[in-house]
């Protein structure tokens, strides 16, 4: 939704994001960057590039309108074509399922991952996905970010805007996000050879001193909001601390007869995160008896170690290195970072954007990246930035642009959506025209 537009073209549905009107510092989400009118033009852009391998969402209201009914074919066709050119160009898909845009009618019904009715009509959707575009697209994920789902206040991208905000609600879309994770999976390997993985928001964390309690914060914070479900991704269950303090804190999970088989026999092909930033954890911030879910938004200071963008978000390559090093070690299987990038506020004056920091930024991520590697030995199957091409932020905020290349519109007013390449577009053609060697 960050990017497709096309918000009511050829059938499509309504999801929750198309009824989010503009704010005096947002745009509403009806147009994005028209990638659904731009698409090839997009595509041509990226194999000038080099780039070899695209990740995109697929729209879940575009192809079947009120999420548990009937296939919207003219949706489908239009995924099929977007994957023929992708492929016509040397570009390898990488199939998001779930980018938070809950399609609108099972929002209002079923208030969401809350029922297990849209837990069924998600697996439904995934494997007629995995059924139309499983022999062409090789790499899979369902989930954008799935602990986000874990972290209070994060119902809304599940699609949950009437459950109160308790632990209880957390715990249950959570896990049946896991349920419908887990299925999906089942279904890729047993119909499939494509691959597919579990994803994360992996910021690493560090204490804010050597003291005990900050320590143990940050790897208590670990073990809930990544690792709990890491241990699913690749064991197939969840974590035996977390499930102690569920059990403790009379939580109330949904858990039911045969969940158990369900998580059981998740695997994952690779492991897939998002990283931007670091965090710092300072536990004198965290009230007593909050949840442990909710202790680094409590506990977030700032690092006097690292510079920040004008956003605030700490700029840390070697978080980064230190992230694929941890997934690898601990969980054994390859590593695929796709969304790295940093947000900057640019306005197009008729000479190219000199975006020097976006090169400094890339530049020491991959570098990060290479470490990790050649210097420890990672499997590492690809980079994927965020972004190619400018896009809505996942506020709303046209002016946080991430893209090599710069869309032409602002929040409120569209433009003619141009697309023109900034500086970082011709340095990312040199990187992946050598493979990473000339950075
Ligand atoms: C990730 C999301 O959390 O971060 C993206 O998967 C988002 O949707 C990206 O755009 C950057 O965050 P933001 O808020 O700067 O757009």
Same mark, same amino acid.
């Given at each position: 939704?960050?990017?497709?537009? $096309?918000?009511?073209?050829?059938?499509?549905?309504?999801?929750?994001?198309?009824?989010?009107?503009?704010? !005096?510092?947002?745009?509403?989400?009806?147009?994005?960057? &028209?990638?659904?009118?731009?698409?090839?033009?997009?595509?041509?852009?990226?194999?000038?590039?080099?780039?070899?391998?695209?990740?995109?969402?697929?729209?879940?209201?575009? @192809?079947?309108?009120?999420?548990?009914?009937?296939?919207?074919?003219?949706?489908?066709?239009?995924?099929?074509?977007?994957?023929?050119?992708?492929?016509?160009?040397?570009?390898?898909?990488?199939?998001?399922?779930?980018?938070?845009?809950?399609?609108?009618?099972?929002?209002?019904?079923?208030?969401?991952?809350?029922?297990?009715?849209? @837990?069924?009509?998600? @697996?439904?959707?995934?494997?007629?996905?995995?059924?139309?575009?499983?022999? =062409?697209?090789?790499?899979?994920?369902?989930?954008?970010?799935?602990?986000?789902?874990?972290?209070?206040?994060?119902?809304?991208? !599940?699609?949950?805007?009437?459950?109160?905000?308790?632990?209880?609600?957390?715990?249950?879309?959570?896990?049946?996000?896991?349920?419908?994770? #887990?299925?999906?999976?089942?279904?890729?390997?047993?119909?499939?050879?494509?691959?597919?993985?579990?994803?994360?928001?992996?910021?690493?964390?560090?204490?804010?001193?050597?003291?005990?309690?900050?320590?143990?914060?940050?790897?208590?914070?670990? %073990?809930?909001?990544?690792?709990?479900?890491?241990?699913?991704?690749?064991?197939?269950?969840?974590?035996? %601390?977390?499930?102690?303090?569920?059990?403790?804190?009379?939580?109330?999970?949904?858990?039911?007869?045969?969940?158990?088989?369900?998580?059981?026999?998740?695997?994952?092909?690779?492991? !897939?995160?998002?990283?931007?930033?670091?965090?710092?954890?300072?536990? &004198?911030?965290?009230?007593?008896?909050?949840?442990?879910?909710?202790?680094?938004?409590?506990?977030?200071?700032?690092?006097?170690?690292?510079?920040?963008?004008?956003?605030?978000?700490?700029?840390?390559?070697? $978080?980064?290195?230190?992230?694929? *090093?941890?997934?690898?070690?601990?969980?054994?299987?390859?590593?695929?970072?796709?969304?790295? $990038?940093?947000?900057?506020? %640019?306005?197009?004056?008729?000479?190219?954007?000199?975006?020097?920091?976006?090169?400094?930024?890339?530049? !020491?991520?991959?570098?990060?990246?290479?470490?990790?590697?050649?210097?420890?030995?990672?499997?590492?199957?690809?980079?994927?930035?965020?972004?190619?091409?400018?896009?809505?932020? #996942?506020?709303?905020?046209?002016?946080? =642009?991430?893209?090599?290349?710069?869309?032409?519109?602002?929040?409120? &007013?569209?433009?003619?959506?141009?697309?023109?390449?900034?500086?970082?577009?011709?340095?990312?053609?040199?990187?992946?025209? #050598?493979?990473?060697? *000339?950075?």
């Amino acid at each position: 939704m960050q990017t497709e537009g $096309g918000w009511d073209a050829d059938g499509k549905g309504k999801s929750v994001y198309d009824i989010r009107p503009a704010t !005096a510092d947002t745009s509403d989400w009806k147009f994005a960057n &028209d990638n659904y009118h731009h698409y090839t033009e997009d595509f041509d852009l990226m194999a000038a590039e080099g780039m070899n391998c695209y990740r995109f969402q697929i729209s879940w209201s575009r @192809v079947n309108p009120t999420g548990d009914g009937a296939w919207n074919q003219a949706g489908i066709d239009y995924y099929s074509r977007f994957i023929d050119d992708l492929i016509k160009r040397g570009i390898q898909p990488m199939i998001c399922l779930y980018h938070f845009d809950m399609p609108l009618a099972l929002a209002e019904k079923y208030d969401g991952f809350m029922d297990r009715h849209v @837990v069924d009509a998600f @697996v439904r959707y995934g494997k007629k996905m995995i059924d139309e575009f499983g022999d =062409r697209v090789k790499y899979w994920i369902t989930f954008n970010e799935q602990n986000l789902y874990f972290m209070p206040g994060a119902s809304v991208i !599940a699609g949950s805007s009437k459950a109160p905000h308790t632990a209880d609600t957390l715990y249950t879309i959570a896990h049946h996000i896991m349920l419908a994770h #887990s299925q999906v999976v089942a279904y890729l390997h047993k119909t499939t050879h494509d691959q597919i993985g579990g994803m994360l928001a992996y910021a690493e964390f560090y204490p804010a001193t050597c003291k005990p309690a900050d320590v143990q914060a940050v790897r208590k914070t670990d %073990e809930f909001l990544n690792r709990d479900l890491l241990d699913v991704f690749v064991h197939g269950h969840y974590s035996n %601390e977390v499930l102690t303090y569920v059990k403790n804190h009379h939580i109330n999970m949904d858990w039911q007869d045969g969940d158990e088989k369900i998580l059981g026999a998740t695997t994952s092909d690779f492991l !897939a995160f998002s990283y931007y930033r670091s965090s710092t954890i300072n536990s &004198d911030l965290i009230p007593d008896d909050t949840l442990v879910n909710e202790w680094p938004n409590k506990g977030d200071q700032a690092n006097p170690y690292l510079k920040t963008s004008e956003w605030g978000w700490q700029i840390d390559p070697t $978080g980064f290195r230190d992230v694929i *090093d941890k997934l690898y070690d601990q969980y054994g299987v390859p590593i695929f970072p796709i969304e790295n $990038g940093i947000g900057v506020r %640019e306005e197009y004056n008729g000479t190219q954007i000199q975006d020097d920091y976006r090169i400094d930024y890339h530049r !020491a991520h991959i570098q990060a990246m290479e470490d990790a590697m050649f210097e420890d030995g990672v499997p590492v199957i690809g980079y994927l930035g965020w972004g190619l091409i400018d896009i809505l932020s #996942s506020h709303g905020d046209m002016n946080k =642009r991430y893209g090599m290349v710069y869309v032409n519109r602002t929040n409120h &007013d569209l433009k003619d959506m141009k697309r023109i390449p900034k500086k970082s577009y011709y340095w990312f053609e040199k990187v992946i025209k #050598s493979n990473g060697a *000339d950075l």
